[in-house]
């Protein structure tokens, strides 16, 4: 979705003219922070590969050499064999997801229900085992999927995000989007460990430093949290690391900028960091 040669093809084609199928990509990105250290490593894979390349059905998903299927257990196996970018870095290894509950239920981010988001399983189990690099790591998992019937640009201008794992298998996400039209719609949902899904009242409004791009984020938490780190900092989206200040809970929180996205400046940036590669592996 935020493939710059599929924005390109719908200037060029149309929104009908532009198959997605011929844009699409696996996602991957590793942070880890040594002992003693105050920075996070990075590594980040995103090539986009086309319709040629593409394999899928309802229990597995092939995108070039990577790949992701539901095995018979009801667990979530992705096979990843990808490239960093800018600079070349080999990332092969596996990750396998054990889901918990499933609450089975979307909510529409937009009025016109065109856009929607779903928390298949807010918590559950990851393993992962990878030779390039030689990482083995096991910990909490969390899963949602995105989806819509038109280009995210058309219909946001923004979105904030966030995640915590809280005691006892709750997980809390606010979701706030602001959409083109000038208005907001924000969601504070907890899912318990069951799958059960509550409703709560929207939190207050914190506002987080802008990053090194100058995008503008802010969080919703009773109390302000404390910035910890800022994950992925691009000039349209941000990832961060957020602690609560009373608890000590910690959140994944996201900025997203779509206005920024659909400059032409930052559409010459993108091929950077997600080449293109339409031949073989």
């Not at 979701?175 to 907890?190: I, K, N, P």
């Not at 949290?225 to 989206?237: I, N």
Request: aromatic share 10%.
């Amino acid at each position: 979705m935020f493939s710059p040669y599929y924005a390109w093809a719908r200037r060029r084609h149309g929104d009908a003219g532009a198959a997605a199928e011929a844009h699409c990509a696996v996602n991957l990105s590793l942070y880890r922070r040594p002992a003693g250290a105050t920075q996070f490593e990075r590594l980040w894979a995103m090539t986009e590969r086309g319709a040629r390349q593409l394999s899928r059905s309802a229990r597995h998903l092939q995108i070039g050499p990577s790949r992701l299927a539901w095995a018979a257990d009801g667990s979530l196996q992705i096979d990843i064999d990808e490239w960093t970018a800018p600079w070349p870095r080999r990332l092969r290894g596996r990750i396998h997801v054990q889901p918990g509950a499933l609450p089975g239920q979307a909510f529409a981010l937009d009025a016109a229900g065109r856009h929607l988001w779903q928390p298949v399983s807010p918590r559950g189990r990851v393993d992962l085992h990878f030779d390039a690099p030689a990482l083995r790591w096991q910990g909490g998992a969390y899963l949602d999927a995105n989806h819509g019937s038109r280009p995210l640009a058309r219909d946001f201008d923004s979105w904030q995000w966030s995640r915590s794992a809280l005691p006892g298998g709750l997980s809390r996400v606010h979701y706030e989007v602001q959409t083109t039209d000038g208005a907001s719609r924000a969601l504070s949902l907890d899912v318990d460990a069951a799958g059960r899904l509550a409703q709560r009242p929207l939190p207050l409004l914190h506002p987080l430093p802008a990053t090194a791009w100058g995008l503008a984020r802010h969080c919703r938490a009773e109390r302000p949290p404390a910035l910890l780190a800022t994950l992925e900092s691009g000039p349209f989206y941000s990832r961060s690391l957020l602690r609560d200040p009373t608890d000590g809970t910690m959140s994944v929180h996201e900025s997203l900028s779509l206005r920024r996205f659909d400059r032409p400046w930052v559409q010459a940036l993108l091929p950077f960091r997600m080449p293109r590669w339409t031949g073989g592996r």
